[in-house]
């Protein structure tokens, strides 16, 4: 179970190991920031590979585009994250600290602020006598509503007319290319739309390592259907994200749903649900999946002036689709998908660190190894051969139990020692992460074996 497992631990592999970086950390770093090193950025590439596999390459409904980050204003006036994509807060008068009026009142088990207007939270932690997080004084500000879209400008001027935003989500790339995507494809609803991209939120409580940062990547698919199958759609959906998770071996253990409460409900949703993952720290959203409705295309279409609607001949009516949008993060998944791997396991007395991750999503699908640096050019050679095939890593040294380790360490499945046997018979051995049992196997099988092993 991922709650008994010992996030620091994790922190320090990712970053030991070249996963994750603090971000511009000779200069002290950047709070909440962090950069991805050559084995995450392997990872996060198989993640999206694995995502686009089953959610484009293998679905008949979807597509994939990649849309800029930077939008038309109005776009984001229509959409209501200038009006309404905020946090309510509270500053510190003590020590300058700013916090989450609504995480304050609920992590402290004090009530629910579900119904609460920003003037009834301020009366509430003032009679509650709540105290700061941070100094533990009792000295707040009233609650305010804090936008979360970092602005920009763009050109030479910092006018208010030049003012833009960072994108607070990939969807609306997706909602204001609906009539060329339908132009284009000659699509029939129902269809669906994927983007893996960045998305930016100027968050108050960012922190616990990658799950909630300020700049973040985001795999997300709006999916548009008939009005009344949208409920249908939206158990589809689910589903098949529980299912994504599960083939990726995630412990079932470590995910459940949990459905928003109508205050919890972004201003788009008429319903949604988030998967949740348990991490280390506790359970967290990994997964929102919001019936947004015909929210956006509806706002879009009356501000644009441009026609969305779409024409039923079977039914011979003009409707907007509704779109079920599932949003996953990709930054968490990663994070899920690491907790979820690590072991820790006895072997012969010692502790062995093993990332046990889907073989697929592994960095490095195997590590060739010669047993003796005199076997060097020939197993640099077949590391050669197969790198066409895999992205591989070639070690020689240290011992070859120490090799082994450092790759249990960083997942990857195969280990595929070269020793004084290949010269004379051809072959090479094969030991597994994950039971550590070793295969003699001859060279030119080694291909059709691994290709077969990290199958999803
Ligand atoms: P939270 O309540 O955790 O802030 P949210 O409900 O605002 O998340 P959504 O708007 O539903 O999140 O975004 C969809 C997904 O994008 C989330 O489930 C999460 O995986 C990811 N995500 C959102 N905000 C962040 C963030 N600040 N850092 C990393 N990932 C994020």
């Not at 629910?112 to 709540?130: A, H, R, Y």
């Not at 409900?265 to 008429?270: D, Q």
């Not at 026609?307 to 949008?325: A, G, M, R, T």
Request: hydrophobic share 35%; charged share 30%; aromatic share 12%.
């Amino acid at each position: 179970m991922c709650a008994k497992k010992d996030i620091k631990k994790i922190v320090s592999l990712c970053k030991a190991r070249g996963f994750v970086y603090a971000n511009s950390e000779i200069y002290g770093g950047l709070s909440n920031t962090w950069d991805y090193g050559p084995l995450g950025v392997l990872l996060k590439n198989n993640i999206k590979a694995a995502f686009l596999k089953k959610f484009v390459q293998e679905n008949e409904y979807n597509l994939q585009i990649d849309t800029a980050i930077l939008m038309n204003p109005k776009v984001w006036e229509v959409s209501g994250h200038i009006s309404q994509f905020s946090d309510p807060l509270i500053d510190c008068r003590s020590c300058k600290t700013r916090h989450r009026a609504d995480k304050l009142i609920k992590e402290l088990n004090l009530g629910n602020f579900d119904d609460m207007s920003l003037s009834e939270m301020s009366e509430f932690i003032k009679n509650n006598k709540i105290k700061c997080p941070n100094c533990g004084n009792v000295d707040f500000t009233s609650v305010r509503n804090f936008n979360l879209m970092f602005k920009t400008f763009q050109g030479i001027t910092e006018d208010k007319k030049d003012e833009i935003y960072l994108r607070p989500e990939t969807a609306q790339g997706i909602f204001v290319n609906f009539l060329n995507i339908l132009r284009t494809t000659r699509r029939k609803i129902p269809f669906g739309v994927v983007q893996i991209g960045k998305s930016f939120r100027n968050e108050i409580t960012p922190g616990n390592f990658i799950f909630r940062t300020r700049e973040f990547e985001q795999m997300e698919l709006e999916f548009f259907c008939k009005p009344k199958e949208s409920f249908k759609w939206l158990e589809y959906w689910k589903n098949f994200c529980k299912n994504w998770l599960l083939s990726l071996k995630i412990f079932p253990q470590n995910i459940r749903f949990k459905d928003h409460s109508e205050k919890e409900l972004s201003h788009y949703s008429k319903v949604a649900t988030d998967i949740e993952f348990l991490f280390p720290f506790g359970w967290g959203e990994l997964w929102g999946i919001a019936h947004r409705g015909s929210f956006d295309l509806t706002n879009h279409q009356r501000v644009s002036k441009k026609k969305l609607e779409v024409f039923d001949e079977k039914e011979n009516l003009e409707y907007l689709p509704e779109v079920i949008e599932p949003s996953l993060g990709l930054d968490r998944v990663f994070l899920a998908l690491i907790c979820n791997a690590y072991e820790e396991e006895n072997v012969k007395e010692e502790t062995r660190v093993v990332l046990k991750l889907h073989k697929f999503l592994a960095p490095f699908k195997a590590a060739v190894l010669p047993l003796s640096k005199k076997l060097s050019s020939k197993a640099y050679n077949l590391f050669l051969l197969l790198s066409k095939k895999f992205q591989l890593v070639y070690d020689e040294t240290g011992s070859i139990g120490k090799r082994y380790r450092r790759q249990d360490e960083i997942g990857t499945p195969f280990c595929i020692t070269y020793d004084f046997d290949s010269e004379k018979e051809n072959t090479v051995t094969i030991r597994d992460r994950d039971t550590m049992k070793q295969t003699r196997v001859k060279i030119e099988e080694v291909e059709p074996y691994i290709t077969d092993e990290i199958c999803f």
